[in-house]
């Protein structure tokens, strides 16, 4: 059973945590003497040697100079920064607009070789077209009150996915729930468009795709959040809010386990092709019958 998917930075935030407080204490000090130390309120220190507060890099630099430990700093600071970026909220990610946010992934992306993506309710990024994204991109800009550039956003999104049609050594696995292919996004044109792109990108050399019927019994496994596997050392879970960058290795190990038990339930090839036509022709008033 996947463990809360921001266990990863609570777990980062408390080891840096830890370590300010054995400072702390191999120093001799007490909460109130560094506290004076430091110009601070008794609380403050509390709330940040219980992880209940994230240290500021002057609040780590003001610690370790006071303890004693300056060569200590900069290390802190690193793995502080580390455990705030685990945890990044859409809406401040997204505050420049969500074009600069698709351009965000590029590295990443180069950098990786086995893509595993796993998605309930949405059809995933590297498969989405264009009008799709638009209309994705444009209602999260509404809830998350950021600036609506999803047209700009879509063209980057559609132009960073073109990795998949120019993969060389790397490998995608897909996998999703049939729901994903009935919630509409866009016009009922925009959703078959999509609906026959994944037929086609479905059958790329690198690409695999898996559908996981909705009458499949859930004897082990129940729907999922959205998450990605980026070869086997980071895990990135979708949440309304934000997303958690998981890289403990015990935790992205379960979601692999549960990538792999997920995968076993879904259906390929000419079966995963009929559920998708079969959500094509049920598109109300849409161009059906020449998408497939």
């Keep these: 059973m996947p463990v809360s998917p921001s266990s990863s930075a609570q777990a980062a935030r408390e080891g840096v945590a830890r370590q300010l407080l054995e400072l702390r ?3 001799g000090l007490t909460i109130t003497q ?3 130390l430091c110009g601070w309120s008794h609380s403050k220190v509390s709330r940040i040697q219980t992880a209940t507060t994230p240290p500021s890099t002057a609040d780590i630099v003001a610690w370790c100079r006071a303890c004693a430990a300056t060569e200590r700093a900069a290390d ?3 793995l502080s920064r580390d455990a705030e970026t685990m945890y990044q909220e859409w809406r401040r990610r997204a505050r420049t607009g969500l074009r600069q946010l698709q351009s965000s ?3 990443l992306f180069q950098a990786t070789s086995l893509f595993r993506v796993y998605s309930p309710t949405l059809v995933p990024g590297l498969l989405q077209t264009e ?5 994705l991109l444009a209602s999260n800009a509404r809830l998350l009150g950021v600036p609506d550039d999803s047209a700009e956003a879509a063209a ?3 132009e960073r996915s073109q990795i998949i049609h120019h993969a060389g050594h790397r490998r995608f696995v897909f ?3 049939e729901s994903a292919l009935r919630y509409q996004l866009g016009s009922s044109d925009d959703m078959a468009a999509q609906l026959g792109h994944l037929l086609t990108a479905g059958a790329l050399p690198a690409v695999s795709l898996g559908i996981i019927p909705m009458n499949t019994p859930r004897r082990r496994l129940w729907p999922q959040e959205v998450f990605h596997l980026y070869d086997d050392t980071l895990a990135s879970v979708e949440l309304l809010s934000a997303e958690v960058n998981i890289t403990q290795p015990s935790e992205v190990a379960l979601y692999e386990t549960a990538f792999d ?3 076993s339930m879904a259906v390929y090839g000419g079966a995963a092709r009929a559920l998708i036509v079969d959500a094509i022709e049920a598109l109300p008033g849409s161009q059906a019958s020449g998408v497939a």
């Design 25 to 27: 204490q191999d120093a």
């Design 34 to 36: 560094l506290a004076k």
């Design 76 to 78: 802190l600071v690193a």
């Design 105 to 107: 992934y590029l590295s």
């Design 131 to 135: 009008g799709y994204t638009r209309a």
């Design 156 to 158: 980057a999104r559609v």
């Design 175 to 177: 996998v999703i729930e």
């Design 261 to 263: 038990e997920l995968r």
